[in-house]
């Protein structure tokens, strides 16, 4: 067993709580002594005890000339608990082995420090870029104060999303939308425009057979025409904050708050993307489902906001030139302007066939 084994086990630790920790990272620790793992914990949700903390707790006594491995550089600074690198060294820990250092610039470095001041041997970088991948949402989080845009679209081969009836459940299958669920689950908050409210009445909620949370649901609405009789403002299975614009009804917000609907409205006669990134980080949203339809998934494409770009595509043909597709509007007149992606991963679930790009550059 080497360094390698163990900081895999930290990361698998911190990787399971994915969903569970925003607006903190994910961070996960294991305590080796004498080739022995002696403790091991994660940080479980954003207020609670750091990964470290319920590692060093596990290994009571044993942690004394220990190895401490941790996929996150361990805090310094007093927030909802106290720091991290004087547990470590309250502890009796002899080694410490990090996978990469905070983004935080205010506190990068500066656990590391206070760590080898009390002379413990640190070393930084083991398994360093999957534990930036692990946090690539947190770390965007802290360098843009905006959320990580992921951008989901589900599509017939031939790139429809309903037929020329609108008809679309469904196009994509069971294993494929339950995929779709467990994202929903790990999202701050899943975005729709009123058009597929007025569409499909979705509840936009996640239903998986272990369980999971619903994320807080947004609605692109700049004329505030969602129904008050919509799953998403009666089911109360979730938040609903539906954003808007001056040219919103003062009547159809007072009904609409008075049915515990949260009214975000925006400075303006249009929605702009950027500004709306910005409302929502500022409300601690670090990362949103885009889930469509068309018009959004449009206004997102040309706002070049968009972080990820996940692509469902069910072997089915359904044809139709009224047919909708994943993006309407304008689009890129010119094909030098199109989005340029870069496809990170392929997978096939059931019949269908998942692409996860990013834009390229990123
Ligand atoms: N038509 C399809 C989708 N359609 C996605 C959205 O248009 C739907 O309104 C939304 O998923 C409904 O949310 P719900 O009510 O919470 O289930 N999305 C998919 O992955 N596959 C599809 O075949
Ligand atoms: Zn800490």
Redesign the pocket.
């Known amino acids: 067993m080497n360094d390698l084994t163990y900081m895999k086990l930290a990361l698998q630790l911190a990787e399971n709580t994915r969903g569970q920790t925003s607006p903190n990272p994910m961070v996960g620790a294991v305590v080796v002594n004498n080739g022995k793992v002696v403790g091991m914990g994660a940080h479980l949700k954003a207020g609670g005890g750091h990964a470290e903390v319920h590692a060093l707790y596990m290994a009571g006594e044993a942690a004394i000339g220990a190895t401490i491995y941790v996929t996150l550089e361990p805090c310094s600074h007093y927030g909802k608990t106290p720091p991290c690198a004087d547990l470590i060294i309250e502890k009796g820990i002899k080694r410490v082995v990090i996978a990469t250092l905070d983004s935080n610039p205010l506190v990068a470095g500066n656990g590391i420090k206070k760590l080898q001041e009390a002379n413990i041997e640190v070393e930084v970088g083991v398994l360093e870029t999957e534990a930036k991948q692990l946090n690539e949402v947190f770390f965007h989080y802290v360098d843009k104060k905006t959320p990580y845009v992921t951008l989901?679209?589900?599509t017939s081969l031939d790139g429809k999303?309903?037929t020329t009836t609108g008809e679309?459940?469904?196009?994509?299958?069971e294993l494929?939308?339950e995929?779709?669920?467990k994202l929903?689950h790990q999202h701050d908050a899943i975005l729709?425009g009123v058009g597929?409210?007025l569409?499909?009445?979705?509840?936009?909620?996640t239903?998986l057979k272990s369980g999971g949370k619903n994320p807080i649901r947004v609605i692109l609405d700049h004329q505030l025409r969602t129904p008050v009789e919509a799953?998403v403002v009666t089911d109360k299975e979730a938040e609903t904050w539906i954003v808007t614009t001056r040219e919103a009804p003062l009547d159809k917000k007072e009904k609409l708050m008075n049915l515990g609907v949260k009214i975000i409205e925006l400075a303006g006669d249009k929605i702009i993307i950027e500004d709306l990134l910005k409302c929502l980080g500022e409300k601690s949203i670090t990362s949103l489902f885009v889930?469509?339809?068309s018009t959004v998934n449009d206004s997102f494409l040309r706002s070049k906001c968009i972080n990820e770009v996940i692509t469902?595509i069910?072997p089915k043909l359904i044809g139709g030139s009224g047919a909708p597709t994943s993006f309407s509007g304008i689009g890129f007149p010119n094909l030098g302007d199109a989005l340029q992606l870069m496809i990170k991963e392929v997978t096939q679930l059931g019949q269908d066939i998942k692409i996860v790009s990013i834009p390229k550059g990123e």
């Open positions: 989901k679209t589900a999303i309903a679309s459940k469904w196009i994509t299958g494929a939308r995929d779709v669920h929903r729709v597929t409210v569409e499909d009445d979705p509840s936009l909620t239903r799953k889930e469509g339809g469902y069910a």
